[in-house]
């Protein structure tokens, strides 16, 4: 006797099998219903939660092909019960690559201003630097850019990418970055006064940076007007140990160090 598969669907109309993938902490998913995207925060029976950018959390139900992950649809599973969670993303929110060593460093470098941002760019993108190879080191102002150009002696295997702080029209920092001309020096900026301001203030628990007047130290005021004590030292690594991923973090620093890194490692 003949034996006949039970499922009697047409083969044109069956879904094509999809992954499952294990909804571990820090997984960035976009739901396919909402387009609502986050990464995982929690996974319960039957439900994942997701936490976006901004810090929003939503609840969806764990459904077969209900998630894309990179663009792929996939089907979220429950971690196994005492299974051990180790995340999937680095801090900047890029795939982590367990068990990988440091790349020798390349010839091309990124230059920050000052020893906060680079302290801070370390923080949320170290693991991915040293995946590339990229040294940061810091710059005491930009004031002699040109000459720190010129003797890095920048070339197509040796590109140099440069963070300012401050870089808006009409600024002293924007001509002086308009003075750098070569092809393999990448100059981009934010528009803060200092990289303090890069930390979203929902982070540190206040409801904005304070204005500070004209004149008076930023850092200074900013500690003063916070009651904070006038140790600038001290407040930066309290701003420092709140930050924990590019989620406490404006988006106009983000994009401008993924731009760095690009640029040094085309």
Known sequence: MRSYNPDLTPPWKRSAPVP?????PDLVVEEVSTGFCGAVIRCEAGTVTLEDRFGKHRVFPLEPRGFLLEGRVVTLVRPASGAPARPT???SGSVAVPGVRARVARAGRIYVEGRHDAELVEKVWGDDLRIEGVVVEYLE????????????????DARLGVLVDHLVPGSKESRVAASVTDPHVLVVGHPYIDVWEAVKPSSLGIPAWPSVPHGQDWKTGICRALGWPDNTGAAWQHILSRVTSYKDLEPALLGRVEELIDFVTG
Do not use: H, M
């Open 89 to 91: 993303r680095t801090a």
């Open 141 to 156: 102002g930009i004031d002699d850019l040109p000459s720190i150009v010129a003797d890095f002696s920048p070339s197509a």
């Open 20 to 24: 499952e993938v294990t909804a571990e």
